[in-house]
């Protein structure tokens, strides 16, 4: 592999990179330091993976030396997806009447989703699994890719509305053009949890597979694809001019969502203080995780020894043992 594709499986805080060869696929998966939600470093590797990618194609005028046909992102985080928005943030910067702050955190959000529904403006095909809980900002991050595969154990749900806000970083956008306003509406409106069942039967995520199944689906839906990548190419491009997201849409909702955010009372944020308890229940420090979800992954695959690195040093025998050791300092913005 060439020296520009091996920066892009470089060595990053929050987010684990991986690629496979068979499906010509980039595997992007999340492994938040405190909590399993969105921090402010995840959402900047994140962006930064997007960026790199996106470099990677241009440096051979769209023809890399290396093949990239899918971007496919999944949680290293056991039954859990994404907890959606960092709300110790949130909680701090609405209190502190710092508008900007809350439109920075949420303009990182826009960019990585709106880049995942257009699949970066490249030929790729962006994939979300899903093998657990997604509430908040992990249901819309999951929805913004093009494909969305979820285990039959998965819940996903926009919890906002119990403390008097809505979900701003492309809800709306995504489900109005998904399942339409009346059904979009209800699902944000009724805070309510739903099965992935539910949600497939709705027309939200495009399919639903057994537990413990979702990563051979997502392959076994990556190599039908690919036999007929040209006119899936061309399908989904026709899709997205009939449903064009505006970028400016979602900059705009996003507004409405800060300027609602500072409007939230004393009693509001109680209850948003209440979901953080339940996100710092799951903080990674209280978790029984031994290394990653990433590791077994390879474990399954019987890599062959030797093989190069992302760094290009060459690998002789396995090297994994122990605890998870990273880093359980707070990040802040």
């Given at each position: 592999?060439?020296?520009?594709?091996?920066?892009?499986?470089?060595?990053?805080?929050?987010?684990?990179?991986?690629?496979?060869?068979?499906?010509?696929?980039?595997?992007?998966?999340?492994?938040?330091?405190?909590?399993?939600?969105?921090?402010?470093?995840?959402?900047?590797?994140?962006?930064?993976?997007?960026?790199?990618?996106?470099?990677?194609?241009?440096?051979?005028?769209?023809?890399?030396?290396?093949?990239?046909?899918?971007?496919?992102?999944?949680?290293q985080t056991p039954e859990i997806y994404n907890y959606g928005?960092?709300?110790?943030?949130?909680?701090?910067?609405?209190?502190?009447?710092?508008?900007?702050?809350?439109?920075?955190?949420?303009?990182?959000?826009?960019?990585?989703?709106?880049?995942?529904?257009?699949?970066?403006?490249?030929?790729?095909?962006?994939?979300?699994?899903?093998?657990?809980?997604?509430?908040?900002?992990?249901?819309?991050?999951?929805?913004?890719?093009?494909?969305?595969?979820?285990?039959?154990?998965?819940?996903?749900?926009?919890?906002?509305?119990?403390?008097?806000?809505?979900?701003?970083?492309?809800?709306?956008?995504?489900?109005?053009?998904?399942?339409?306003v009346k059904t979009a509406e209800e699902i944000i409106g009724?805070?309510?949890?739903?099965?992935?069942?539910?949600?497939?039967?709705?027309?939200?995520?495009?399919?639903?597979?057994?537990?413990?199944?979702?990563?051979?689906?997502?392959?076994?839906?990556?190599?039908?694809?690919?036999?007929?990548?040209?006119?899936?190419?061309?399908?989904?491009?026709?899709?997205?001019?009939?449903?064009?997201?505006?970028?400016?849409?979602?900059?705009?909702?996003?507004?409405?969502?800060?300027?609602?955010?500072?409007?939230?009372?004393?009693?509001?944020?109680?209850?948003?203080?209440?979901?953080?308890?339940?996100?710092?229940?799951?903080?990674?420090?209280?978790?029984?995780?031994?290394?990653?979800?990433?590791?077994?992954?390879?474990?399954?695959?019987?890599?062959?020894?030797?093989?190069?690195?992302?760094?290009?040093?060459?690998?002789?025998?396995?090297?994994?043992?122990?605890?998870?050791?990273?880093?359980?300092?707070?990040?802040?913005?």
């Amino acid at each position: 592999m060439d020296k520009e594709f091996h920066h892009l499986m470089r060595d990053r805080g929050e987010i684990s990179v991986r690629y496979d060869p068979k499906t010509e696929a980039i595997w992007s998966y999340t492994k938040p330091n405190i909590r399993p939600c969105y921090s402010v470093d995840l959402l900047k590797e994140f962006r930064g993976l997007q960026r790199d990618i996106i470099d990677y194609f241009k440096c051979y005028e769209m023809r890399p030396k290396t093949p990239i046909k899918y971007l496919v992102n999944a949680s290293q985080t056991p039954e859990i997806y994404n907890y959606g928005g960092d709300l110790n943030l949130f909680s701090e910067l609405i209190k502190n009447r710092n508008s900007e702050k809350l439109f920075e955190y949420a303009k990182v959000c826009i960019d990585i989703v709106y880049f995942n529904a257009v699949n970066l403006d490249l030929p790729i095909t962006t994939i979300s699994l899903v093998e657990g809980t997604a509430l908040g900002g992990g249901f819309e991050g999951a929805i913004s890719y093009n494909t969305c595969i979820a285990e039959e154990q998965s819940k996903m749900g926009m919890p906002e509305i119990r403390f008097n806000l809505i979900p701003g970083m492309g809800a709306y956008s995504f489900l109005a053009r998904s399942v339409g306003v009346k059904t979009a509406e209800e699902i944000i409106g009724s805070g309510k949890m739903y099965s992935a069942k539910e949600l497939y039967n709705m027309g939200v995520i495009t399919q639903v597979v057994k537990q413990g199944e979702g990563e051979e689906a997502v392959n076994q839906f990556m190599k039908r694809n690919s036999r007929l990548f040209n006119g899936m190419q061309a399908l989904k491009a026709a899709r997205q001019r009939y449903q064009q997201l505006d970028y400016d849409e979602l900059i705009d909702i996003t507004k409405i969502w800060v300027e609602a955010a500072l409007r939230l009372t004393k009693k509001d944020l109680k209850m948003m203080q209440k979901l953080i308890g339940a996100q710092n229940k799951k903080s990674i420090s209280n978790m029984n995780i031994v290394r990653t979800k990433q590791d077994r992954r390879f474990e399954k695959s019987k890599m062959a020894f030797p093989f190069s690195d992302a760094k290009g040093r060459v690998i002789s025998f396995e090297r994994r043992s122990g605890r998870d050791l990273r880093s359980k300092e707070e990040v802040t913005i």
